[in-house]
């Protein structure tokens, strides 16, 4: 018997996500990731300034929104030729890891764990998925290490404000740097922080990403896709930002090779979309299409971003995991995905703390240039969830043309001009479901993605037009 299961919404993500599942007697054969809002950012910012891009597009999520900040900021100064001072270029890196190690803590805890762990039934942890392994005493001290990431993550949140200003939607990135000054108080406020996280990490977050992976191993498998991987490696570093801290690259095929952004094209056969002369355009009714997200394809193939992809393509690369450490090269299923994040929470928080330690109180982080020098201007960067890209086209007073591609839209995306499926609708294809009737499985293979919907969507509908950003 084939039959269609629908798990709307997906909760405890970030962003409005439905996931459809076609299932062949108890097997998953074909699946689609619906995203089901659009935003529009991209018509806000024709027009604008091009320096306002990382003001607007951090409006974009409240989740990752100083990734899209750090983004911004670097398309603007590839647009005006901007060299950064050190402390510029170490202060944007330094407020983009504090909100990654914020958001691979929190998702692990938050988000992840009540898949695995039975909680106290009581709100909001009532209806838990059930297949729950871990004994009592593992599942009281996971309970109380859910209890202490909250606090953990706030300190991540506080080091990206002691030089970002607030959060979300951070004020410290502008084009040429950043606009907090670097004082001998800040950088020890900071350090003592990241000692708390650092220790946190040590002691609880990869710990129990061990247990849980000796308590599921099956979920070794459960999730797994063919092994494409797309990093543009963690952190940009030099003056002019082009430097990456860990390896870049396009792994499939068992083979690693540089990206090349002319092979990137984002399919829209199963998206509300359509290509416009400005950017794309709303089209909810037509033929075909499921979801808000378009679908980026490199070469024609669907590739996954993440923790996972970085540590796949550094392994390429290195022939090591994070630190130098020698052991098997990572998988594709959900419990790979788990794991690279933890070990990417710790490598985070190494980077960060040599960042603090090259940092020079008194110096300059700020150099912008007036004049305007490129017409097309393109950052890629490594951000919380994979890969992002922020592209404008550009006269010297205005912008013509700006796009986004998410990470969430690399991995969300849906079936392509081809029909193939996106990442984790390739993921989610060969699943067995134990009991379809509760299919626990979809929700533990689709949030080790972490998905941000606002992010992966690309406006609001007023007075029954639509407001292009312009007239508040």
Avoid at 188 to 196: H, N, S
Avoid at 240 to 248: D, G, H, L, Q, V
Avoid at 335 to 360: C, K, N, S, T, V
Wanted: charged share 20%; proline share 9%; glycine share 10%.
């Amino acid at each position: 018997m084939t039959r269609t299961i629908t798990v709307s919404p997906m909760t405890r993500v970030s962003g409005l996500l439905s996931i459809e599942v076609v299932v062949e007697g108890n097997v998953v054969v074909d699946a689609r990731a619906v995203g089901g809002q659009f935003r529009g950012f991209e018509m806000m910012m024709v027009g604008r300034h091009p320096t306002d891009a990382p003001y607007f597009t951090q409006r974009v999520c409240g989740i990752c929104s100083a990734a899209h900040g750090y983004a911004g900021a670097l398309a603007a100064d590839r647009a005006y030729g901007n060299e950064l001072p050190p402390n510029g270029w170490i202060l944007r890196n330094f407020i983009l890891g504090s909100e990654m190690l914020q958001n691979q803590i929190r998702h692990f805890y938050l988000l992840s764990l009540p898949d695995f762990v039975e909680f106290p039934p009581v709100p909001p942890f009532t209806g838990g998925g059930g297949d729950f392994r871990l004994g009592p005493r593992r599942t009281a001290e996971m309970v109380e290490h859910y209890v202490r990431s909250v606090e953990v993550s706030r300190k991540c949140h506080e080091m990206l404000c002691v030089f970002g200003g607030k959060i979300p939607h951070q004020h410290a990135m502008v084009p040429g740097g950043v606009s907090v000054p670097v004082t001998a108080d800040r950088i020890l406020k900071c350090l003592a922080l990241l000692e708390d996280v650092v220790s946190f990490i040590d002691d609880c977050y990869l710990p129990d990403v061990e247990v849980l992976a000796s308590a599921y191993p099956d979920y070794f498998h459960l999730g797994a896709r063919p092994p494409r991987f797309f990093s543009s490696g963690l952190f940009r570093l030099g003056p002019r930002m082009e430097i990456p801290a860990t390896p870049s690259g396009v792994l499939f095929d068992g083979r690693l090779e540089p990206i090349d952004p002319l092979f990137i094209r984002e399919h829209l056969r199963s998206s509300w979309l359509e290509e416009g002369p400005e950017h794309f355009t709303p089209a909810p009714d037509k033929p075909g299409a499921y979801t808000w997200a378009a679908a980026p394809r490199y070469r024609g193939l669907a590739f996954e971003v993440g923790p996972l992809a970085r540590l796949a393509v550094n392994y390429a690369r290195t022939g090591t995991v994070y630190g130098g450490r020698t052991g098997a090269p990572p998988g594709t299923a959900t419990m790979d995905r788990i794991r690279a994040r933890a070990l990417e929470a710790a490598e985070i928080a190494r980077h960060l703390h040599r960042f603090l330690g090259d940092l020079e109180p008194g110096s300059a982080t700020v150099s912008h240039s007036a004049k305007l020098v490129e017409e097309v201007a393109s950052a890629m960067v490594e951000v919380p969830r994979g890969t992002l890209t922020h592209t404008m086209l550009t006269d010297p007073e205005k912008v013509l043309r700006y796009n986004i591609i998410t990470p969430t839209a690399w991995n969300f995306s849906p079936h392509d001009d081809a029909g193939n499926p996106g990442p984790v609708e390739e993921a989610l294809i060969g699943t067995i479901l134990a009991d379809p009737a509760r299919p626990v499985e979809v929700g533990r293979i689709t949030r080790a993605f972490d998905p941000c919907m606002s992010c992966a969507t690309h406006v609001i509908r007023m007075g029954g037009r639509l407001n292009d950003g312009r007239d508040g």
